[in-house]
């Protein structure tokens, strides 16, 4: 009877087994840092430094590399923000932003590269409070260097917008017939078109071309080489195919060649001016 009330005793206070070989491994072990497996991005989606997942078909661009129809999207779109912007931030109270911006291409690339901190801002991911502040106060900066005065006409009382675009359609005009490509050279428009055609060379392949003896200068024009049977030139992203330049290869052709250079020899650059 002893010994049944004792195995009973036990198993009514409780008596467990201890802990399996797995857990007791586990503890000897000590915490190990598991990683952490995200979500999978589309391929093609790119994620920003604050989260925010962006498809590169809505990627930045710059201006010339663009095709006709972005070109045309992208204007449209930065002009309707810059609306917004103005109205809601009343920016019409003594011209804080200048009527012209839309003729300075400079305020034009820093608009946009505004909206689309804002855009990043705002629909990310990781909501961030801190972000919105120092957005707002790059607003404050960048009309602080578009006018000297932010606001000189509130010094004596309030004075709200006195003009808004949405009202007025002869400054929406003024706005909708500048070019957004005012003021860039046009070897980078050129380069731009190139790019989107896939015949724009990088500096690195112009470089190991340049040291392979696959590239090389074209005599009395600067800035021109000869590399793969075309003419190049530089610009501000890379080498653009140009036409061969005619009027300085004739002059080149009444001159006297260099006889250091056999261009029949094997091993030697083709001659750029043989065709």
């Not at 710059?62 to 999207?73: I, N, S, Y």
């Not at 007025?168 to 005012?182: C, K, T």
């Not at 790019?195 to 003896?213: H, M, N, P």
């Not at 190049?232 to 250079?261: C, L």
């Amino acid at each position: 009877m002893r010994r049944q009330v004792d195995g009973v005793n036990d198993e009514v206070v409780g008596h467990r087994p201890g802990p399996s070989a797995a857990v007791r491994r586990q503890l000897r072990l000590g915490p190990r840092t598991r990683s952490v497996r995200r979500p999978s991005r589309p391929k093609d989606a790119s994620e920003t430094a604050n989260g925010t997942v962006l498809d590169k078909e809505t990627a930045l661009a710059e201006w010339h590399d663009m095709t006709p129809g972005q070109q045309q999207a992208a204007w449209a779109e930065l002009r309707a923000w810059v609306a917004w912007l103005h109205d809601r931030y009343e920016l019409g109270t003594e011209d804080r932003l200048p009527r012209c911006w839309a003729r300075h291409p400079g305020l034009v690339e820093e608009l946009r590269a505004l909206r689309a901190w804002r855009l990043e801002i705002y629909s990310g991911s990781q909501p961030s409070g801190q972000a919105t502040r120092y957005w707002h106060a790059e607003l404050r900066q960048l009309v602080h260097s578009a006018v000297p005065m932010y606001a000189a006409g509130c010094r004596t009382g309030h004075r709200g917008a006195s003009m808004l675009v949405a009202d007025n359609l002869e400054l929406a005009e003024e706005w909708a017939s500048a070019d957004p490509l005012a003021g860039t050279p046009a070897i980078d428009i050129a380069a731009g078109q190139a790019r989107l055609a896939g015949e724009c060379l990088s500096t690195v392949a112009v470089a190991a071309a340049f040291d392979s003896g696959d590239a090389s200068a074209v005599p009395l024009v600067r800035d021109y080489i000869f590399y793969a049977g075309a003419w190049w030139v530089p610009a501000s992203s890379g080498w653009v195919k140009v036409a061969r330049p005619g009027p300085v290869r004739e002059s080149f052709a009444r001159g006297p060649r260099s006889p250091e250079t056999d261009y029949s020899a094997p091993g030697t650059p083709h001659d750029p001016w043989r065709g």
